[in-house]
């Protein structure tokens, strides 16, 4: 698991700044307490280019995809209204 977290911590890496920096900071701090499955929903989030999750954390606009949008509303958008990023 150590090498997954390693790879998906490697994925994290953005050309936005915005983006990169909630997921790194998102990755660096939650990534660890994930169970499995949520470790799998992140990782697929992450194959989402940059505008496209900028979009839909901080303008709303669907991405479409159900379980990739209720982990979003749970963890990132959730994160970063607690002031972590």
């Given at each position: 698991?150590?090498?997954?977290?390693?790879?998906?911590?490697?994925?994290?890496?953005?050309?936005?700044?915005?983006?990169?920096?909630?997921?790194?900071?998102?990755?660096?701090?939650?990534?660890?307490?994930?169970?499995?499955?949520?470790?799998?929903?992140?990782?697929?989030?992450?194959?989402?280019?940059?505008?496209?999750?900028?979009?839909?954390?901080?303008?709303?606009?669907?991405?479409?995809?159900?379980?990739?949008?209720?982990?979003?509303?749970?963890?990132?958008?959730?994160?970063?209204?607690?002031?972590n990023?």
């Amino acid at each position: 698991m150590n090498q997954e977290i390693n790879r998906i911590y490697w994925k994290c890496r953005r050309g936005m700044r915005e983006i990169d920096l909630l997921l790194r900071e998102f990755a660096q701090e939650k990534l660890p307490m994930l169970d499995e499955k949520d470790v799998n929903v992140f990782d697929s989030i992450l194959d989402y280019d940059d505008q496209k999750l900028f979009d839909y954390i901080f303008k709303g606009e669907p991405i479409g995809l159900e379980e990739h949008e209720k982990f979003i509303d749970m963890h990132l958008k959730n994160f970063t209204e607690q002031g972590n990023f």
